[in-house]
C-alpha cells in the first residue's frame, strides 16, 4: 500500500458507493491513524448527505478504539433536519468494529447580531520558530504530510513544565476541495501540551473526546498557514484537558478547539 496525500484518501472516501477509503502506516500516530485523518473520515461521509451550502458549525468526536493502517468505511445517519440546523452521526469501522464516532451540526446562515471576537490578535512571525522536522526527539510520521514550526516553548519532550504551545502549520498539498476536512486535520496537529514535562519519549497519548467549533463556515476560510494557540488546562492521574484556538495567517479566529486527552507515563524524576 503507498502512501497517499489527504486530499486523494478523502477523495476515495467522497466518490465510493460504500464509503470506504485507505490509508497507509505514514498517517498513523502510534498504533492508530493520526485522529485529524479519522475525524476527517467522518466529515467526509458526513458531507454527503448534507446541501453543499449548509456549512458544518460543530463537530463532536469521541476516539473509541485504534484505527490501524488499511481500510476504513464510514457509517453515517441524519439524526434531524430541522429548517435551519442538521445534525449528523457517523461511526468510522475498522476491520467490523467501531473506532470513532462523531456527531455534526450543519447550519445555514441567517440575519443575525454578530458579536466579533474580542481584541485583536497578531501572530508572531512563522520564521522565528522551530522547524517541526527540527524538533526529531519524536516526530510522528504523519507530520510529514504538513508544513509548519513550533513557536513557543512548549514542544513536546522539552523537559519544561510548560502550560501552552503554539505553532504555525498549512497543508502540503491543496486542500480547497475539503475545506472542513482541511481544518479539521489542522486542528488535531497539536499533541498533549503535557508531554512539555518530559525530557525524553516514549510517553504514549492519545485523545478521548474532540469538540472543534467553526466560528465561520470553513469555505470561507484562506486554506494557507494557520496559527495555533493551545492551553493545558490541567493533568492528573493519567489524564489531560487542554483547549485551543485557531487563527488564518492575518490574526482570524476561525475555529475553537477542546480536548479531553490521556497520557501513560511516569512522573519526570526529581534532579
Known amino acids: 500500500?503507498?502512501?497517499?496525500?489527504?486530499?486523494?484518501?478523502?477523495?476515495?472516501?467522497?466518490?465510493?458507493?460504500?464509503?470506504?477509503?485507505?490509508?497507509?502506516?505514514?498517517?498513523?500516530?502510534?498504533?492508530?491513524?493520526?485522529?485529524?485523518?479519522?475525524?476527517?473520515?467522518?466529515?467526509?461521509?458526513?458531507?454527503?448527505?448534507?446541501?453543499?451550502?449548509?456549512?458544518?458549525?460543530?463537530?463532536?468526536?469521541?476516539?473509541?478504539?485504534?484505527?490501524?493502517?488499511?481500510?476504513v468505511s464510514v457509517e453515517t445517519r441524519i439524526q434531524r433536519r430541522g429548517k435551519n440546523v442538521i445534525q449528523l452521526s457517523a461511526d468510522v469501522m475498522s476491520e467490523g468494529n467501531c473506532c470513532l464516532q462523531a456527531m455534526g451540526v450543519y447550519g445555514r446562515g441567517r440575519e443575525a447580531i454578530a458579536v466579533p471576537p474580542k481584541g485583536e490578535f497578531h501572530p508572531p512571525p512563522k520564521d522565528q520558530g522551530i522547524p517541526f522536522m527540527a524538533h526529531a526527539k519524536r516526530v510522528p510520521s504523519f507530520i510529514s504530510y504538513f508544513d509548519g514550526s513550533w513557536a513557543s516553548g512548549g514542544l513536546p519532550f522539552s523537559g519544561r513544565p510548560e502550560t501552552e504551545l503554539d505553532l504555525w502549520a498549512k497543508h502540503q498539498v491543496d486542500m480547497s476541495e475539503f475545506p472542513t476536512e482541511a481544518l479539521v486535520a489542522i486542528a488535531d496537529i497539536p499533541p498533549p501540551v503535557v508531554l512539555s514535562h518530559f525530557d525524553k519519549p516514549p510517553v504514549p497519548a492519545s485523545s478521548l473526546t474532540w469538540s472543534l467549533e467553526f466560528l465561520k463556515p470553513p469555505e470561507e476560510v484562506p486554506m494557507d498557514w494557520f496559527f495555533l494557540h493551545f492551553d493545558m488546562e490541567a493533568a492528573a492521574e493519567g489524564y489531560t484537558q487542554q483547549s485551543g484556538k485557531i487563527y488564518t495567517e492575518d490574526g482570524t479566529l476561525c475555529a475553537l478547539s477542546r480536548q479531553c486527552m490521556v497520557y501513560f507515563g511516569p512522573p519526570p524524576s526529581e534532579n
Open 1 to 71: 500500500m503507498t502512501q497517499s496525500n489527504l486530499d486523494s484518501i478523502l477523495a476515495e472516501l467522497r466518490d465510493s458507493d460504500s464509503n470506504s477509503t485507505h490509508f497507509d502506516e505514514s498517517w498513523s500516530q502510534g498504533r492508530s491513524a493520526f485522529g485529524g485523518l479519522s475525524a476527517a473520515f467522518a466529515v467526509t461521509a458526513m458531507n454527503k448527505l448534507v446541501d453543499s451550502d449548509v456549512p458544518m458549525r460543530s463537530l463532536m468526536v469521541s476516539f473509541i478504539a485504534p484505527i490501524p493502517p488499511g481500510s
